[in-house]
């Protein structure tokens, strides 16, 4: 049984931080990774997907690596901003492409002006 | 489009009580998944459907939640009788095709059951 893994809870860091979120799962046979944020009171909203045969995806300032022999995933985010504030989440869809989404439990960004 | 649509955003009701959270997911989307999410157990996938048909129901806690998809563009998750402890956030999410595309999520539904 797959078990996605997200530490730490949470983080708080300046403005202007580069920082990274990490992201661990157990069972290697993935078919993709996402990236999810969600503010407060509001739904997720996808921020990459990594299928399981890239290393990498970017988007402005995210860049989201994958590194499926040692499970692990991270979000990197470039020049923090007070805006960036919010939960992360990763998420894992099983290489049986049953479309089933396993959850990591989120880091919780604060970043400080 | 507009988007994931889920209605209420916010009940409050009695245990006891029957409730029934309602999802229009995005236009031409063929999955639909219903998920929880609680500070505790974070966000578990409750059911899911492709082309209207369950897939998937082995997230759903017990026989007290059911939910249904009678057409391509409405969905519902019932729980009854209630207990406070589905106190939750009730997410439904679309997407199109097979695993490899975005799911997209509503607002979500904040559930309180008292």
């Known amino acids: 049984k797959q078990e996605v893994t997200q530490i730490p809870a949470a983080l708080s860091v300046p403005e202007g931080e580069n920082l990274v979120l990490n992201c661990s799962f157990t069972d290697s046979a993935i078919y993709n990774l996402q990236w999810f944020r969600q503010d407060p009171g509001k739904g997720l909203t996808s921020l990459l997907l990594?299928?399981?045969?890239?290393r990498e995806q970017t988007s402005g300032r995210l860049n989201a690596s994958l590194d499926k022999s040692s499970g692990r995933s991270t979000l990197y985010i470039a020049a923090s901003q007070p805006g960036d504030s919010a939960t992360y989440l990763c998420a894992t869809k099983g290489a049986g492409n049953t479309g089933k989404l396993i959850f990591g439990q989120g880091t919780t960004l604060q970043v400080k002006p | 489009d507009a988007g994931v649509i889920q209605s209420p955003r916010h009940e409050v009701t009695e245990m006891g009580q029957e409730v029934t959270l309602r999802c229009k997911p995005i236009s031409g989307h063929d999955y639909l998944f219903w998920y929880r999410q609680t500070m505790m157990r974070g966000l578990e996938l409750l059911i899911y459907f492709n082309n209207n048909v369950p897939i998937d129901d082995s997230g759903m806690p017990e026989d007290r939640f059911s939910a249904k998809m009678p057409n391509a563009s409405f969905s519902t998750l019932k729980i009854q009788p209630s207990e406070p402890r589905d106190s939750a956030v009730y997410f439904c999410?679309?997407?199109?095709?097979?695993?490899?595309?975005?799911?997209?999520f509503g607002e979500g539904s904040w559930l309180t059951v008292v």
């Open positions: 990594i299928q399981s045969s890239q």
């Open positions: 999410a679309s997407s199109l095709g097979r695993a490899g595309n975005t799911i997209y």
